[in-house]
């Protein structure tokens, strides 16, 4: 578990890479917006969370089935009731939200960063 880390992981890393490699601005990890969004841009309310497919709850339900201890269940439902209340709140606030998921970004890079890109736009 204390390998497991919660920033500036592999898939963050390359999405940060790629966003400069473009000439993009965006801060890291903003602490000051509630959920402290991966990528921020306060000025004009937008923020990203690129989320990890098992710590987030992608295909929660199929994932349910496999998983052998209650733990990680409870643990995992109970992230994915913070990132709603997280996005509930910003959105409140006013902020624009997008989410990537970990696979998206694995799968093809370009395509993820040029989603981020067109949406901070």
Do not use: C
């Amino acid at each position: 578990m204390s390998k497991i880390r919660s920033q500036n992981t592999k898939v963050e890393n390359l999405v940060f890479y790629e966003l400069r490699k473009k000439g993009v601005y965006f801060q890291k990890h903003y602490k000051k917006a509630i959920g402290n969004p991966d990528i921020a841009l306060p000025k004009k309310k937008k923020a990203i969370f690129i989320d990890g497919d098992f710590w987030h709850g992608y295909h929660f339900k199929k994932l349910s089935k496999r998983l052998p201890k209650k733990y990680w269940l409870t643990k995992i439902e109970k992230n994915i009731k913070r990132d709603r209340l997280y996005r509930a709140k910003l959105k409140e606030n006013g902020w624009k939200i997008l989410r990537v998921w970990e696979h998206q970004v694995r799968k093809n890079p370009d395509i993820a960063t040029e989603k981020i890109v067109n949406f901070l736009k």
